[in-house]
């Protein structure tokens, strides 16, 4: 058994969905389940209507229906008969988005995110079973919620690994015999059947979550990149595939920002030891990025960028050490405010950090530490990590930049810096 997962870049459009459906039916014969994202940019807008809804903006009706149109013109370019049951299927997942909003908001926002984000999935996911069964691929929609399992830790959820293992098996098995399983990646629920989140980006995680559940022999993440390169495109105009990655590079690489794998994705499948590949939808004939248990180190240096940083120092009003208990204090307060750290360094007087810019989270943080401590904080930084550098790959990243804080272990170099000039 195979697990795929389809990402929001692979379903933007309906060629994206027809692209899926030719992928797929090369697979039909072997027992398959395929985790989807919400299509194209959908979940940044669902975001939107959220925030909306809560702050009661104006504008939340006019970023919902743009949601719904959306989906809309996707549906008539897949399906000529309008009599199709997809089409009120999806417009009932919206119509759970309309009871929401046409309250005042009374429940947190965590809370409400979940409940709202987590449609496009949903509608997503739906759409590309029926559509499969439109082309002939035997297939059937199963609702990730009854089978992830989590806590009430709305937008990021943490998985009860023994109860999501015991659903799984107790029913997937058979249901795989006859079909390819279409289903939502980035969703679990609490036992009191609300919908969670697994955080941002986690339809890779939930692609593991079943995989490593129901001991598959292989997770494929479709992308539109030909693999895991060295760096980013964006940054760099010359960039290399990595053919291979072990599992510990893999981890460190997505523990430090890379954007190509969920970071909690790859060690539930080491623990099984489940290879994972990184495919382009685009080009399906290459083979990508294969990440397994090797010992081969990475063949090239690897560059990461981070950019929105914040440099945050903290400091005791008494000039007295930074000791275990104000690290203690500091580290819950962070987790209380929701804000994971990047990049830290100490010193006998000082805790400086680097994290991603959220403006109200950090402000909240930063009122908070006040009351115990002296915090100066630095905007507009990029955070650079290298993965087996050498001072020349050091220094092609520092061209027009100030190094602010630096850290550096045997293989890995870490930079926040800042353009000068």
Same mark, same amino acid.
């Given at each position: 058994?195979?697990?795929?997962?389809?990402?929001?870049a692979?379903?933007?459009?309906?060629?994206?969905?027809?692209?899926?459906?030719?992928?797929?039916? @090369?697979?039909?014969?072997?027992?398959?389940?395929?985790?989807?994202?919400?299509?194209?940019?959908?979940?940044?807008?669902?975001?939107?209507?959220?925030?909306a809804?809560?702050?009661?903006? %104006?504008?939340?009706?006019?970023?919902?229906?743009? /949601?719904?149109?959306?989906?809309?013109?996707?549906?008539?370019?897949?399906f000529?008969?309008? $009599?199709?049951?997809?089409?009120?299927?999806?417009?009932?997942?919206?119509?759970?988005?309309d009871?929401?909003?046409?309250?005042?908001?009374?429940?947190?926002?965590d809370?409400?995110?979940?409940?709202?984000?987590?449609?496009?999935?949903?509608?997503?996911?739906?759409?590309?079973? /029926?559509y499969?069964?439109k082309?002939?691929?035997?297939?059937?929609?199963?609702?990730?919620?009854? *089978?992830?399992?989590?806590d009430?830790?709305?937008?990021?959820?943490?998985?009860?690994?023994?109860?999501?293992?015991?659903?799984?098996?107790?029913s997937?098995?058979?249901?795989?015999?006859?079909?390819?399983?279409?289903? $939502?990646?980035?969703?679990?629920?609490?036992?009191?059947n609300?919908?969670?989140?697994?955080g941002?980006?986690?339809?890779?995680?939930?692609?593991?979550?079943?995989?490593?559940?129901?001991?598959?022999?292989?997770?494929?993440?479709?992308?539109?990149?030909?693999?895991?390169?060295?760096?980013?495109?964006?940054?760099?105009?010359?960039?290399?595939?990595? /053919?291979?990655?072990? *599992?510990?590079?893999?981890?460190?690489?997505?523990?430090?920002?890379?954007?190509?794998?969920?970071?909690?994705?790859?060690? %539930?499948?080491q623990?099984?030891g489940i /290879?994972?590949?990184?495919?382009s939808?685009?080009?399906?004939?290459?083979?990508?990025?294969i990440?397994?248990?090797?010992?081969? %180190?990475?063949?090239?240096?690897?560059?990461?960028?981070?950019?929105? @940083?914040?440099?945050?120092?903290?400091? %005791?009003?008494?000039?007295?050490?930074?000791?275990?208990?104000?690290?203690?204090?500091?580290?819950?307060?962070?987790?209380?405010?929701?804000?994971?750290?990047?990049?830290?360094?100490?010193?006998?007087?000082?805790?400086?950090?680097?994290?991603?810019?959220?403006?109200?989270?950090?402000?909240?943080?930063?009122?908070?530490?006040?009351?115990?401590?002296?915090?100066?904080?630095?905007?507009?930084?990029?955070?650079?990590?290298?993965?087996?550098?050498? $001072?020349?790959?050091?220094?092609?990243?520092?061209?027009?930049?100030?190094?602010?804080?630096?850290?550096?272990?045997?293989?890995?170099? $870490?930079?926040?810096?800042?353009?000068?000039?």
């Open positions: 058994m195979q697990v795929f997962k389809f990402g929001g692979s379903v933007k459009d309906a060629d994206g969905v027809r692209n899926v459906a030719r992928i797929v039916e @090369q697979y039909k014969d072997q027992q398959l389940i395929i985790v989807v994202s919400a299509m194209g940019k959908t979940t940044n807008l669902l975001e939107e209507v959220t925030h809804y809560f702050n009661n903006e %104006p504008v939340l009706h006019k970023l919902f229906e743009k /949601a719904k149109i959306f989906h809309e013109e996707i549906l008539h370019e897949l000529e008969d309008k $009599q199709n049951p997809i089409f009120d299927e999806v417009a009932n997942f919206f119509v759970e988005i009871w929401i909003i046409e309250e005042e908001p009374q429940d947190t926002y809370y409400l995110y979940d409940q709202i984000v987590s449609i496009g999935e949903l509608v997503s996911s739906r759409i590309i079973e /029926a499969l069964k082309v002939g691929t035997p297939s059937l929609w199963i609702d990730a919620r009854n *089978y992830i399992h989590t009430n830790t709305f937008r990021e959820g943490q998985v009860d690994w023994e109860k999501t293992e015991r659903s799984m098996q107790s997937i098995p058979t249901l795989l015999e006859k079909n390819i399983l279409v289903t $939502q990646g980035f969703i679990g629920s609490t036992s009191e609300f919908t969670t989140t697994l941002r980006e986690g339809s890779d995680y939930t692609a593991a979550i079943f995989a490593a559940s129901l001991d598959a022999s292989l997770v494929t993440i479709w992308k539109d990149v030909p693999g895991v390169l060295n760096a980013d495109p964006k940054w760099f105009d010359s960039t290399e595939l990595i /053919a291979e990655l072990s *599992y510990l590079d893999a981890i460190e690489l997505t523990y430090y920002g890379a954007t190509v794998i969920h970071p909690k994705t790859i060690k %539930p499948l623990n099984k /290879a994972l590949a990184v495919r939808f685009i080009d399906i004939q290459r083979n990508g990025t990440i397994r248990a090797t010992n081969n %180190p990475l063949p090239v240096s690897s560059f990461i960028f981070k950019v929105n @940083q914040v440099l945050i120092s903290i400091l %005791p009003k008494d000039f007295s050490f930074i000791v275990e208990d104000n690290f203690s204090h500091i580290f819950d307060v962070f987790a209380k405010h929701r804000l994971k750290i990047n990049m830290m360094h100490n010193s006998a007087v000082s805790f400086s950090v680097s994290v991603d810019y959220d403006e109200q989270n950090i402000v909240s943080l930063i009122k908070e530490l006040k009351k115990q401590y002296d915090v100066e904080f630095t905007r507009d930084l990029e955070l650079v990590t290298i993965r087996y550098y050498n $001072q020349q790959t050091i220094e092609r990243v520092l061209v027009n930049k100030e190094v602010i804080m630096q850290l550096q272990d045997n293989y890995t170099c $870490q930079m926040l810096i800042r353009s000068i000039g």
